[in-house]
C-alpha cells in the first residue's frame, strides 16, 4: 500500500485553528472508512473524527463543533479542520485508512485500521 502522507502539523496559539491534511490516493471508490486519532506519550491512542464512503461523519464528543473532518475527491485529500484549539490538544495527530469497510460505525476504532500515515505534530500553547 502506498504510505498515508499527513501534514499541516505545527504550533499555535490557545484558540488558534490548524488544518490537517492526508494523501489517501486509491480511496475514490467503493467502501473505505477514514479516521483521525491522536496521541500524547504515555497515552493510549484517542479516536479524534472519522468519515465513510458516502460522507458520513462521527466524531468524538471532546471534538464535536470544534473539529471537521472532510474529503476532497479530486485531490484525494482526507482533512481535519480544528478551531479552538486548547493546550490539551496537544499530541500526534494520525490519519488511517481502510477499503473495504462495511460498516459506517466503524470509522472511529483504531482496531480496524492497518494503512496509517506517519503523524503530525501539534503543539497548542497557551
Known amino acids: 500500500q502506498v504510505p498515508l502522507v499527513e501534514s499541516g502539523g505545527g504550533s499555535v496559539q490557545t484558540g488558534g485553528s490548524l488544518r490537517l491534511s492526508c494523501e489517501v490516493p486509491g480511496y475514490t471508490w467503493g467502501s473505505y472508512c477514514m479516521g483521525w486519532f491522536r496521541q500524547v506519550p504515555g497515552k493510549e491512542r484517542e479516536s479524534v473524527a472519522g468519515l465513510y464512503a458516502d460522507g458520513w461523519t462521527d466524531y468524538a464528543s471532546s471534538f464535536r463543533g470544534r473539529f471537521v473532518v472532510s474529503k476532497d475527491d479530486v485531490k484525494n485529500t482526507l482533512y481535519l479542520q480544528m478551531n479552538r484549539l486548547e493546550p490539551e490538544d496537544s499530541a500526534t495527530y494520525y490519519c488511517?485508512?481502510?477499503?473495504?469497510?462495511?460498516?459506517?460505525?466503524?470509522?472511529?476504532?483504531?482496531?480496524?485500521?492497518?494503512?496509517w500515515g506517519q503523524g503530525t505534530q501539534v503543539t497548542v500553547s497557551s
Open positions: 488511517a485508512a481502510k477499503k473495504p469497510c462495511e460498516s459506517r460505525y466503524d470509522v472511529r476504532r483504531a482496531a480496524i485500521y492497518r494503512h
